[in-house]
């Protein structure tokens, strides 16, 4: 009989912690998603925490697809140079298959 006691007392503070590291205040993070439109054009912008994710442009009126412009961030290596994708950024990219 004490085998089933000492079990649940052991558990109990194991369980307490959990609890506890479960009941943390982590603050989410800010996230804006911010909408330009004229005539002609419709631009989203995606920031998290300030920085800006992603950029969609849907043009209006017009046949051709929407497309992304290709942000520079902390991760991916952005230094000049073949193989890297410094080029890459700030170039418009079409979505050929979305899943």
Same mark, same amino acid.
């Given at each position: 009989?004490? $085998? ?13 912690? =959990?609890?506890?590291?479960? =009941?943390?205040? @982590?603050? *989410? ?7 330009? *439109? &004229?005539?002609?054009? $419709? @631009?989203? *912008?995606?920031? @998290? ?18 497309? *992304?412009?290709?942000?520079? &961030?902390? +991760?991916? &290596?952005? +230094? =000049? ?19």
């Amino acid at each position: 009989m004490k $085998r089933p006691l000492l079990s649940l007392l052991l558990a109990a503070p194991l369980s307490l912690a =959990a609890t506890a590291a479960l =009941a943390l205040d @982590v603050p *989410e993070p800010q996230v804006k998603q911010i909408v330009l *439109e &004229d005539d002609h054009t $419709r @631009v989203e *912008e995606l920031r @998290v925490r300030g920085q800006t994710q992603k950029v969609t442009v849907q043009p209006k009126n017009s046949k051709a697809p929407a497309y *992304e412009i290709i942000m520079g &961030d902390g +991760s991916r &290596d952005l +230094s =000049a140079g073949p193989g890297s994708t410094r080029g890459a950024a700030g170039q418009r990219v079409w979505r050929l298959l979305d899943f």
